[in-house]
């Protein structure tokens, strides 16, 4: 995956896709799989908005049968199973414990109920049977409660490296020879519905022009939907409504696993999780009306979130916000609360003849894409079947975890010198593709130092993600390409960016 404009600029597409989020590139990867001649281009950097600030889960989605969205809880349960199978470099099973107290806004007995029909709903892509835990085992387990739950009930779902994902994701489309771009914005539409449309573009950090037809033309751009569709000339109602999250990442607790919680403010769910030696906690969920731009976490937003945390547990050493997310979800404008407001997507066709795609779940993309092409391909009239269900990810494998890690770790150790915990590390990001990154460390031996030395990332990373992940400017290697950006604390990421500069080709 390069970025080459000139597999763009004056060429002619069945589909442009415009948004390099998760909808956009399953979106790409099902339809050039389809044997169509697919383009996604994206302003900023792949999964740099929604899809690279999720609260990191690949879940059912246990709170939505409150509001008895059933249907989207058992798409999104298979969808689960699928990551599982198709990317278990990235997507791994997690436990989740669910406390429950006296004064808890939702009773013990709902929630067994709940679990009972989330194992029935999950069948045989179940993980694990819920349980209750007895007492006995739940101290064992040495958590730093603040208040020790009289119940604790178990439950599995899954965790993801989301920004990740979504670029294997383009990865998969760039293999399936659709042609992506980032850093390229879609400045002009002319759209001629049954004909072929011309879209000018510029490379942001260039300043190139350029410009390419297409036959259709999908918006994929999420909380930019909206924005997208006057630039095509639409009017009418915004599509979308978005609502913010937070999250906050605090130092580690010495969590084994996630936690499902009601804040005792008002009773939300909200989740505190271990998360690449540290803990993540969020999130909020609030209506949002002001610039897409200019989201961010406000000291009422952390504030609530350690409130939130520190009613459950309480470490002996008080932990430190390192660092807050926000974002936006873009979520169907629809008369509902922000929280219970359906995660179910929406295709809309324009009057200007382009599709919009909003809403919609981070598990549920790939069943979305394919619900999407499949409408495309009609318009388009292609017959192919989509082939995305059980196909690996570039770095997926299909052998057992366990056998997978053991001949990885053996194989870059004597071939490029890595010791285990950094083997480890490159198995656990890049899947059957780490040996690509590791043989930088033949080249260049300061290329397996460490990036930092609280954190396993390496320095031959970097020259991967330039050469063939299309990063660019430093935020691309420290936020989408690594998490960087969000475990370090300010004084050390800036450090961090000085050593990422020479990998950035001028542009920072």
């Known amino acids: 995956m390069r970025n080459e404009l000139n597999l763009i600029a004056n060429r002619q597409f069945d589909l442009l896709v415009i948004g390099g989020g998760i909808t956009g590139a399953g979106v790409a990867h099902d339809a050039a799989s389809r044997g169509l001649k697919v383009a996604l281009v ?15 889960l690949v879940h059912g989605g246990l709170r939505y049968l409150e509001h008895g969205q059933i249907g989207l809880v058992y798409e999104s349960l298979q969808e689960r199973g699928r990551l599982l199978r198709n990317a278990p470099h990235l997507v791994k099973p997690l436990p989740f414990l669910l406390p429950v107290y ?13 679990l009972k029909l989330y194992d029935v709903l999950a ?3 179940n993980i694990a049977p819920s349980k209750t835990i007895a007492p006995l085992e739940l101290r064992k387990q040495n958590l730093p409660w603040a208040k020790f739950p009289p119940l604790c009930l178990q439950y599995f779902d899954a965790q993801m490296d989301d920004s990740r994902l979504c670029i294997e994701v383009i990865e998969a489309a760039s293999q399936s020879e659709a042609a992506v771009a980032n850093h390229l914005e879609v400045t002009a539409l002319d759209l001629f519905p049954g004909r072929l449309s011309r879209i000018q573009m510029r490379d942001c950090l260039t300043g190139e022009q350029l ?27 915004d599509l979308v409504k978005p609502t913010k999250g937070v999250h906050i990442i605090m130092s580690d607790v010495g969590l084994n696993a996630a936690m499902l919680l009601l804040h005792p403010k008002d009773g939300r769910v909200f989740f505190i999780i271990p998360w690449l030696n540290r803990t993540l906690v969020g999130t909020t969920d609030t209506e949002w009306d002001g610039q897409l731009g200019k ?6 937003d952390i504030n609530y979130l350690v409130e939130g945390f520190s009613h459950f547990l309480k470490p002996a050493v008080k932990p430190e916000v390192i660092q807050s997310f926000a974002g936006l ?9 922000p929280s219970s407001r359906s995660r179910e997507f929406k295709l809309h066709l324009g009057p200007s003849g382009m599709f919009s795609a909003v809403g919609g779940k981070y598990t549920t993309y790939r069943a979305m894409a394919e619900d999407i092409t499949n409408a495309l391909c009609k318009k388009l009239g292609n017959h192919n079947r989509c082939t995305t269900m059980n196909a690996l990810l570039p770095g997926g494998f299909a052998i057992k975890r366990k056998g997978f890690e053991a001949n990885g770790t053996k194989e870059l ?24 990154v590791a043989q930088y460390c033949l080249e260049n031996k300061m290329l397996a130092e460490r990036i930092d030395p609280q954190l396993p990332d390496l320095m031959c990373e970097f020259a991967f993600h330039r050469d063939f992940e299309m990063a660019r400017l430093p935020d691309d290697f420290l936020y989408q390409r690594t998490r960087l950006g969000y475990l370090l604390d300010d004084q050390a990421l800036e450090k961090v960016r000085t050593r990422v500069a020479p990998f950035c080709n001028n542009y920072h």
């Open 123 to 125: 069948g045989f892509a």
């Open 413 to 436: 150790g004597w071939r490029y010198g890595l010791n285990t915990i950094d083997a480890m590390h490159l198995l656990n990001r890049y899947g059957k593709r780490a040996g690509l």
């Open 42 to 56: 994206e302003k900023k950097d792949f999964a740099s908005g929604t899809s690279g600030i999720s609260s990191k």
């Open 295 to 300: 989201v961010s976490a406000t000291a009422e």
């Open 329 to 337: 979800r873009p979520l169907f404008n629809a008369e509902a609360s």
């Open 211 to 237: 410009e390419c037809e297409s036959k259709v033309v999908l918006n994929a751009t999420g909380p930019w939907s909206d924005q997208v569709r006057k630039l095509a000339g639409e009017t009418g109602p």
């Open 102 to 114: 006296a004064d808890s806004r939702v009773p013990a007995w709902k929630w067994r109920a709940g």
